[in-house]
């Protein structure tokens, strides 16, 4: 005798594509709430299991899962985001959000280095650099998911308090908050060809170890932050300066090993660079420019940030 459970199982699901095709939607939230690829990965993969445990009645009955697939997503980023601050406290050294190469360069992370699954794949815009990212990292978690959820995927403060379990209201301020946060940490707009020219002379003049075109490129109170979370060789607190990165970067081009390689990348959808040794990428560098010098440098080294840069 079949049971009733299974014969749900072996019905079709009519609505399987459609539920499906929310996977990259939801993968480009999760990644902007969490900052990591792997977390935003995890935190999609519970949503789907939250609803393939579901009865076929009981999906049947959500009139939208689109949104219900959504609203789960932040209540489990929101509750990620909560342990992460914790987590991050054991952290060794600084924490950078991951880095994410440009579409042709982007691979699995999985084991193999397989091709990555096209719904994976993050859509890099001004709201995924580096230098965003980071703003956000300084917000309360409730900040951070009424801002991203209202300001960047356009929901409204209604569906975002359904999320974060707050009025309305106390979501429009915690947006509000997070907007000025933003406005006092970003830079003034540089064009996108004029910033690519600016790492390229830095570049070059890394590769020169001409200091003072190092420092002529580099704000005066730039600062450099490095993330190898104990798993890569770095230095483990921020430099301030322009002249005191300039002569760190100098001591770097002197300690480089011969066969390394820097090339020009594509680092969150804005101009960067990469090392590589024996075609694997070992380091990635992220630039935020402001008024034609170069503000502040993110050096990712941490391997396991490292896993979707292809070897070439």
């Not at 193999?112 to 890099?124: C, F």
């Not at 960047?152 to 915690?174: K, M, N, S």
Request: charged share 25%; aromatic share 6%.
């Amino acid at each position: 005798m079949t049971t009733r459970s299974e014969s749900e199982q072996d019905r079709p699901d009519p609505g399987l594509d459609a539920i499906m095709s929310e996977r990259r939607r939801l993968i480009n939230l999760a990644y902007r709430l969490l900052g990591s690829l792997a977390e935003a990965e995890d935190a999609v993969q519970e949503t789907y299991a939250r609803w393939y445990a579901m009865s076929r009645q009981q999906q049947d009955a959500i009139e939208s899962p689109g949104a219900w697939l959504t609203t789960v997503a932040g209540r489990v980023c929101l509750n990620l985001l909560g342990s992460a601050r914790v987590r991050r406290e054991t952290y060794v050294g600084e924490w950078i959000p991951e880095p994410l190469p440009e579409r042709t360069e982007w691979i699995s992370g999985r084991p193999g280095g397989a091709a990555a699954d096209p719904a994976d794949r993050v859509t890099l815009d001004e709201s995924v650099s580096l230098a965003f990212l980071v703003v956000l990292e300084s917000m309360t978690p409730a900040e951070r998911v009424a801002f991203v959820l209202h300001d960047v995927f356009c929901h409204t403060f209604a569906e975002v308090a359904e999320i974060v379990g707050r009025t309305p209201a106390a979501c429009r301020q915690l947006a509000s908050s997070a907007r000025r946060r933003i406005r006092a940490a970003q830079p003034p707009a540089t064009p996108a060809v004029q910033r690519a020219d600016i790492v390229r002379d830095f570049k070059q003049a890394w590769e020169a170890k001409d200091i003072d075109a190092l420092i002529g490129l580099l704000d005066p109170d730039a600062t450099a932050t490095a993330d190898g979370g104990g798993l890569a060789v770095t230095f483990l607190h921020p430099i301030e300066g322009g002249e005191q990165i300039a002569h760190a970067w100098i001591e770097l081009a002197r300690r480089r090993p011969a066969d390394m390689t820097l090339l020009e990348r594509t680092v969150n959808g804005q101009p960067g660079l990469v090392a590589q040794l024996d075609g694997v990428t070992v380091t990635v560098f992220a630039f935020e420019v402001a008024d034609d010098r170069i503000k502040h440098i993110w050096v990712v080294r941490n391997p396991e940030k490292l896993r979707r840069w292809t070897s070439g």
